[in-house]
């Protein structure tokens, strides 16, 4: 009886440290059913028939949080553009932001908060009608996304230029 229930206090005395440790996160990938949390998590931009939209030097937040709620510190993430465009790290230390370009995908580290920082330079041409994905992250199983919705409007309903249907 003693020794059985010194066993599970073994077990708990091991297994505890290493829950708390995966919860933090540990400069791996994200634990089991971390959610990513993406801020603006979706933009609606304009088009017409004769000009295209562009997202310029556009900033997203990237956050990592356990299933318990806490954040993934020092967790590494993959960034990707799937459908192109220019992607940056950003330096939120200055004033204003500094962006450097970085090639896609794009591997980097969760802050002290949780918290990754990337900026997206993204164009599409006139009459682009309908979602596309922009930004695509991945840790471990966890997945995020951002979609931009491009809207197209007629513009000068005089000429002979129309949106697609």
Same mark, same amino acid.
């Given at each position: 009886?003693?020794? /059985?229930?010194?066993?599970?206090?073994?077990?708990?005395? $091991?297994?505890?440290?290493?829950?708390?440790?995966?919860?933090?996160?540990?400069?791996?990938?994200?634990?089991?059913?971390?959610?990513?949390?993406?801020?603006?998590?979706?933009?609606?931009?304009?088009?017409? +028939?004769?000009?295209?939209?562009?997202?310029?030097?556009?900033?997203?937040?990237?956050?990592?949080?356990? +299933?318990?709620?806490?954040?993934?510190?020092? /967790?590494?993430?993959?960034?990707? *553009?799937?459908?192109?465009?220019?992607?940056?790290?950003?330096?939120?230390?200055? *004033?204003?932001?500094? $962006?450097?370009?970085?090639?896609?995908?794009?591997?980097? *580290?969760?802050?002290?908060?949780?918290?990754?920082?990337? =900026?997206?330079?993204?164009?599409? %041409?006139?009459?682009?009608? %309908?979602?596309? /994905?922009?930004? %695509?992250?991945?840790?471990?199983?966890?997945?995020?996304?951002?979609?931009? *919705?491009?809207?197209?409007?007629?513009?000068? /309903?005089?000429? =002979?230029?129309?949106?697609?249907?």
């Amino acid at each position: 009886m003693i020794e /059985t229930t010194l066993s599970r206090i073994r077990v708990a005395a $091991l297994c505890l440290p290493l829950a708390l440790v995966a919860s933090c996160g540990s400069g791996s990938e994200a634990v089991q059913n971390t959610v990513v949390n993406v801020d603006p998590s979706a933009v609606a931009q304009p088009t017409t +028939p004769t000009v295209g939209a562009s997202l310029s030097q556009h900033i997203f937040t990237i956050e990592l949080r356990s +299933p318990t709620g806490y954040p993934q510190i020092g /967790t590494e993430l993959l960034v990707d *553009t799937p459908s192109g465009g220019t992607l940056y790290t950003v330096d939120t230390s200055t *004033t204003p932001p500094t $962006l450097t370009p970085v090639l896609s995908p794009y591997r980097t *580290t969760t802050g002290s908060n949780g918290v990754a920082t990337v =900026a997206l330079d993204f164009s599409v %041409g006139p009459g682009a009608n %309908g979602a596309v /994905t922009v930004l %695509g992250i991945f840790s471990g199983t966890a997945y995020g996304n951002v979609n931009v *919705t491009y809207t197209c409007g007629d513009d000068n /309903t005089a000429d =002979a230029f129309e949106c697609p249907s």
